[in-house]
């Protein structure tokens, strides 16, 4: 089994930056990807970023391409989402997800099978 644990959400100002972190512990050693999802009130869940755990390939979603950037530790377990340039829009719940096995398919939510309880993200304007 594994946990999957997110921190470092809050309130921020339209303009400002946060930095997610997600700390896994338990059977993290086929760990092939690592991503954030996000989902605000009465919407879809929404790919923001992913990256391999091995090769550290990076991939986002269109919505925060050029604003946020994922990174990994792999001797702590933890991947990061540094947030900048936020917007109204960013507001959601985030989540953080494992997917253990080879996939191609990392923007897809169904793709991952464990999910962190999620960390709530607020940007004023």
């Known amino acids: 089994q594994v946990q999957l644990v997110e921190s470092g959400g809050g309130l921020v100002q339209a303009g400002g930056s946060l930095r997610l972190s997600c700390s896994a512990s338990g059977r993290t050693f086929s760990t092939y990807a690592m991503g954030w999802f996000r989902q605000a009130p009465g919407k879809e869940r929404e790919f923001v970023a992913a990256i391999t755990w091995s090769g550290g390939r990076k991939y986002y979603g269109d919505c925060v391409k050029g604003r946020f950037a994922i990174s990994r530790d792999n001797a702590k377990g933890t991947v990061y989402l540094e947030m900048n340039s936020l917007l109204p829009e960013d507001t959601a719940v985030y989540y953080c997800?494992?997917?253990?096995?080879?996939?191609?398919?990392?923007?897809?939510?169904?793709?991952?099978?464990?999910w962190g309880q999620g960390t709530q993200v607020t940007v004023s304007s």
């Open positions: 997800a494992l997917r253990q096995a080879w996939s191609v398919r990392l923007h897809i939510a169904d793709d991952y099978g464990t």
